[in-house]
């Protein structure tokens, strides 16, 4: 996300103008309207997998995928000028990141006990802006070949930088991915915390919701004539930008 969001004004300039980048950067879209998926993410899953890695996990080896593929193709669209093609790749590949982002939020409140869930959106906030920091000012770097024979090489003559694109692409495919295995494997899944040695457990009734009644309050909420104004304002806006 930080490489395509926040890198890709600066390394695809050579390749594109700024119009055909601000195409790409719409990739961000699906995150404005998660809301609308979320319910779906709650109320379905496969029990044998668990409620939460029955999303996290094919969400993740889906984005693998769709890493891979940009690994063996992104130069040649970018060369090509295949603008639409990519920004509608990476609009497909942030749409598995929310659905799997909405998953890793409900779990990180079953899984952890309760002295402990205020870490949660610290933990995930620190975990994102390293994200962005490595695939940002430190990709960023390592992708200038005047940087790395600065501080790196120490020899002029080099005309690759230590880390292109596609490389970078493939090392956090090949990284997500072990980490989903692990997930998979190694991690069982808990819907509620462990009770600690000499602690009683409580017993806690389950809330029961029914589908039409989460995506009932979902439709209430839509109405709220604050978020239609909000709505229509961002479609606005988005159509200003694409006209321009």
Not at 100 to 127: F, K, M, R
Not at 168 to 177: H, K, L, M, N, V
């Amino acid at each position: 996300m930080g490489l395509f969001l926040r890198s890709v004004p600066v390394l695809f300039k050579k390749y594109l103008t700024y119009q055909e980048i601000g195409v790409i950067m719409m990739a961000t879209l699906p995150y404005s309207f998660k809301f609308f998926w979320a319910p779906v993410i709650e109320i379905y899953h496969w029990p044998l997998l668990g409620k939460r890695k029955s999303w996290i996990v094919p969400m993740q080896l889906i984005g693998c995928c769709v890493l891979l593929y940009l690994y063996s193709s992104i130069e040649q669209l970018l060369k090509d000028k295949e603008v639409y093609f990519l920004a509608g790749l990476l609009i497909f590949n942030t749409f598995v990141i929310t659905c799997q982002d909405v998953a890793v939020d409900g779990w990180a409140v079953e899984i952890l006990h309760p002295t402990n869930s205020a870490y949660a959106s610290a933990c995930q906030s620190v975990g994102l802006q390293l994200g962005f920091g490595l695939s940002t000012t430190l990709f960023v770097a390592l992708n200038s070949v005047e940087f790395c024979n600065k501080w790196i090489f120490k020899d002029d003559s080099r005309t690759e930088p230590l880390l292109t694109i596609p490389g970078f692409i493939f090392y956090w495919a090949i990284a997500q991915f072990i980490i989903t295995t692990y997930i998979a494997i190694c991690v069982p899944e808990k819907t509620k915390f462990e009770v600690e040695e000499g602690e009683e457990e409580e017993e806690e009734e389950e809330l029961t919701i029914l589908p039409s009644q989460v995506l009932g309050i979902t439709f209430d909420i839509l109405k709220n004539k604050n978020l239609m104004t909000f709505l229509v304002f961002l479609f606005v806006t988005f159509a200003a930008n694409s006209i321009q």
